[in-house]
């Protein structure tokens, strides 16, 4: 049987810590299928190339099949060049004394021209999935410089916010994690993020009312997911980075598989408006796929509470939109 031609895939920011969990992974054949060979196209900044350089040593010598190429770059054009997924994971971290609109400036700097690149010379299949933070605004940026890019191939990650959710509750329920379903991160990969336990269900039934502490559900439940990151940082010295690349791989296999029935996945994705979000911000949103194409979910009620928190996480990323708007090119 004649082999498949091999997907190019490119991964941004390839000698951070995100990258160093992610890249083996793909190229075991978890991100595509084990029968999907692989062009590995990772970029890097060029104080960092030696770094990547090391990366790129033990990816050889995993000596793995499915890997037909590996293209180790700091240039914009050999990074995307043909490629299906753009996964942008680089960034510069928040340093002290910086503010998050000055955050949010350095990293746009750099999202715009990455989404240019996007545009002049990844294949016509390409989707993109932003991780660098704050990943739903540098997802608005890169594609207000990618306009012939459909905007359904755009994608902010907030699937590592609904994996904790799910796990969340699933530990204080006493239930394995699959049988927690549908709870889904609306709105910005931030502290403002709402876990939407309103619409989630444990075994078929309501999650509010197999948890009937709603104080729990509105307190300590969504701080908890919101901090998680904060809580990881504190213990560990470091960021997350095996669940977040672990979720990078969740995102993208739930694009191309059918979701499972009563489930939703979070992905962030552009808005045309659903659920009162303003047009063309990145908001989180639970999605379905059907393996080829994906619908933001329709026809959820939420509660007074729910609308005002998901009215928190909107004004959030419209004050984002306003602080990049010198970065965004045409009507975003
Ligand atoms: P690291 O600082 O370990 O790695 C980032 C890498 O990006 C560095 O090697 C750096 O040289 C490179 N880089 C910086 N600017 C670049 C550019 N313009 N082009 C190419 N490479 C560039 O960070 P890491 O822990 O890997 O995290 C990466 C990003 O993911 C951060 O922005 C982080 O905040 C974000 N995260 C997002 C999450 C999400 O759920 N959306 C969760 C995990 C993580 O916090």
Not at 20 to 28: G, K, M, Q, T
Not at 72 to 85: H, I, M, N
Not at 237 to 246: K, R
């Amino acid at each position: 049987m004649a082999s498949k031609t091999p997907v190019h895939v490119t991964v941004t920011g390839a000698a951070g810590q995100i990258g160093y969990a992610l890249l083996f992974r793909i190229a075991s054949g978890q991100l595509l299928g084990a029968d999907q060979p692989l062009v590995l196209r990772l970029l890097e900044i060029e104080p960092a190339m030696g770094a990547l350089h090391g990366v790129v040593m033990e990816l050889e010598d995993c000596a793995y099949p499915l890997v037909a190429g590996i293209e180790a770059t700091s240039d914009l054009k050999t990074a995307f060049d043909g490629t299906s997924w753009a996964l942008l994971v680089g960034s510069v971290p928040r340093k002290a004394g910086m503010e998050r609109n000055d955050l949010l400036t350095v990293n746009g700097g750099s999202f715009g021209p990455q989404g240019e690149a996007i545009g002049a010379h990844a294949a016509p299949d390409v989707r993109v999935l932003v991780v660098g933070n704050p990943c739903n605004t540098n997802c608005l940026i890169a594609r207000s410089h990618a306009p012939d890019v459909p905007d359904d191939r755009w994608f902010a990650m907030t699937r590592l916010d609904q994996n904790r959710a799910r796990s969340l509750v699933a530990r204080r329920t006493g239930v394995p994690v699959s049988a927690v379903q549908a709870l889904a991160i609306w709105g910005n990969h931030s502290s403002t993020q709402f876990p939407d336990f309103e619409n989630a269900v444990i075994d078929g039934r309501r999650l509010t009312d197999v948890v009937a502490d709603r104080s729990w559900l509105q307190g300590e439940f969504i701080t908890t997911v919101q901090q998680r990151g904060a809580a990881i940082i504190e213990a560990r010295g470091a960021s997350s980075a095996a669940s977040a690349a672990n979720a990078v791989i969740d995102s993208v296999r739930s694009v191309l598989e059918p979701t499972p029935p009563g489930e939703t996945v979070s992905l962030a994705v552009v808005s045309h408006g659903e659920y009162g979000a303003p047009e063309e911000l990145v908001f989180g949103y639970p999605v379905r796929s059907d393996g080829k194409s994906w619908q933001v979910v329709e026809g959820l009620s939420h509660s007074d509470f729910a609308r005002e928190r998901i009215g928190a996480t909107t004004d959030e990323l419209e004050s984002e939109r306003r602080a990049v708007e010198d970065l965004l090119l045409g009507p975003v």
